[in-house]
């Protein structure tokens, strides 16, 4: 069964291209409601321990330096259906491929620096959340 929540992150090339509140009114705007909201910087550490499930691929150490770049804002959303609407609002990794009007598409500088981070499943979402969020926080 589909679950009611996701994880998201506004990438730091977003965040520094001022395009956080446009992401967050566009995730507003198709329902989702924000359960939890945080500004933050990964350190390294915190980077290597989020991906360690890509630490074996070629674009690991990449993706470490690029998500410590910067701020980010870090948020659990809630709508029916979750990670399946908020995989479809964001769009294909690849900008060029994502779907008119997704937030990849209208944000996204390139499959590196693509915007936003949606959670693939239910699971994960739980875990990725966890991740940045005390049980407080998370109401």
Do not use: C, W
Not at 37 to 42: A, C, D, E, F
Not at 58 to 71: A, I, R, T
Not at 120 to 139: K, Q, T
Request: hydrophobic fraction near 40%.
């Amino acid at each position: 069964m589909a679950g009611n929540r996701t994880f998201t992150m506004i990438k730091p090339d977003a965040v520094g291209n001022g395009h956080a509140g446009k992401i967050l009114d566009q995730i507003l705007e198709a329902g989702f409601r924000v359960v939890a909201l945080k500004y933050t910087q990964l350190t390294d550490a915190d980077a290597k321990a989020f991906y360690a499930v890509h630490k074996e691929r070629p674009f690991y150490g990449e993706l470490v330096e690029y998500m410590s770049s910067g701020p980010i804002y870090a948020a659990i959303l809630e709508k029916d259906n979750a990670v399946a609407d908020f995989r479809t609002l964001i769009g294909a990794t690849n900008p060029a491929e994502a779907a008119e009007g997704t937030i990849r598409q209208r944000f996204a500088e390139s499959i590196a620096a693509n915007a936003i981070h949606g959670s693939d499943s239910d699971e994960n979402a739980a875990i990725e959340g966890n991740f940045f969020f005390s049980e407080r926080e998370r109401h």
